[in-house]
């Protein structure tokens, strides 16, 4: 069964039409929008955490297949507020990248800081500890001047360039540890920061880390609203991440996410559960 599975799997991803889907789909280990029940999952397990005052009327966010574009789109915008709270995401990795922790990964997320704080003050959004509480995030956004952000943390150092975080922007961390750590916002590469240490703190467990947590005990947390998140058990390139786009320029909405279709999706999610299972 499982050598058909994984035959299954070879096909499926060299049948794919890659001019179209824009979701990559090698290393795809989980797909969420924040629909009627927030913590469902398109792939992978459902999320948890504590969130904030439920789905909102806010930009629609088109997730779905070449036949049928918003699939997994809802009237609710697929959106959820979020203040002083977290989404914990379990993304069903694996070991990697030569350590015992998960060290080559990409996260996905669409988020507004709707809150944009004080000057020099900051917003936790990605936190890689086993507890979200009592640790400080791994990235933040920092506002320099009204309207102007910079995202980074200390360890991986800061972007030069700025962008309005009080917009929506479809954030995308990429990392590789020991040879790079880098962050793109809207399919542009903000930061390219210090590499850091295999199984250290930018290593991952398989089956946690939170969002939009940075210790609110600190005052690192901001008001926002988040959507869909995505996952994948390796660094996605440059132009992986530009091709899933984003707000690009303040859109009203952002580039649309196409997925395979709903057989494919399950034979890939079935194959990845199998092969994590065998390491």
């Known amino acids: ?63 779905g297949t070449v036949a049928n574009g918003g699939l997994y789109s809802n009237g609710l915008g697929a959106q959820m507020f979020s203040a002083d709270t977290y989404v914990t995401v379990n993304p069903s990795f694996a070991a990697n990248g030569g350590g015992s922790y998960v060290n080559e990964y990409t996260i996905a997320f669409d988020y507004a800081q709707t809150d944009g704080g004080s000057v020099g003050g900051v917003n936790g959004l990605f936190q890689s500890a086993w507890d979200h509480i009592g640790s400080s995030a791994e990235l933040f956004n920092k506002k320099t001047s009204e309207g102007n952000f910079i995202i980074g943390h200390d360890s991986t150092g800061w972007s030069t360039a700025t962008f309005n975080a009080t917009q929506w922007h479809r954030y995308m961390i990429s990392v590789d540890n020991g040879n790079f750590f880098r962050v793109y916002v809207d399919g542009v590469l903000l930061l390219d920061g210090t590499a850091q240490g295999v199984d250290g703190t930018y290593s991952l467990y398989i089956d946690r880390f939170h969002l939009l947590e940075g210790d609110w005990n600190w005052g690192n947390d901001r008001w926002g609203y988040i959507s869909t998140i995505a996952t994948w058990g390796r660094a996605l390139s440059t132009s992986e991440i530009g091709a899933m786009g984003g707000w690009i320029g303040g859109a009203a909405t952002p580039t649309a996410l196409i997925v395979p279709e709903p057989a494919t999706l399950a034979i890939l999610a079935l194959g990845g559960l199998l092969l994590r299972r065998k390491k």
């Open 1 to 63: 069964m499982k050598k058909l599975v994984l035959v299954a799997l070879v096909l499926a991803i060299s049948g794919i039409a890659g001019a179209a889907v824009n979701v990559p789909v090698n290393g795809l280990t989980g797909l969420w929008t924040f629909g009627a029940d927030w913590t469902a999952p398109i792939v992978g397990q459902p999320l948890s955490g504590v969130v904030g005052n439920g789905n909102q009327s806010v930009p629609w966010v088109e997730i």
